[in-house]
């Protein structure tokens, strides 16, 4: 499975952007996917995850950031009221077979 990740970019605080991943080769049996960044200087974290109908988020981003996997091969991340903490690279993440996959990243900076 390879992953591609896009829309990252350069906001302002309280701004709005929408990350997505677009997997490929063997999608057809995905268990799950998902979204983790990683901060200058911090371990990678998990922001949020789709597994069929369940979808979890970590805390800092509830209420703020909505993930959709709109089909067996596309997850996006809806990412609003943008903070200077969110800044980080995002990665997606795929799960099939019990293998993880990982995307290359997308750059998310928010300026204050």
């Known amino acids: 499975v390879q992953l591609q990740a896009s829309g990252g970019g350069l906001v302002q605080a309280g701004e709005s952007l929408r990350l997505s991943c677009t997997a490929s080769g063997r999608v057809f049996d995905i268990n799950g996917m998902g979204w983790y960044r990683q901060a200058p200087g911090k371990e990678r974290e998990l922001v949020a995850l789709s597994t069929g109908s369940i979808r979890r988020y970590a805390d800092s981003v509830k209420g703020r950031f909505t993930i959709s996997r709109d089909s067996k091969s596309s997850l996006s991340l809806q990412l609003n009221s943008l903070k200077p903490e969110d800044t980080a690279v995002y990665y997606c993440?795929?799960?099939?077979?019990?293998?993880?996959?990982w995307g290359q990243g997308t750059e998310v900076t928010v300026s204050s």
């Open positions: 993440n795929a799960v099939r077979n019990n293998e993880i996959y």
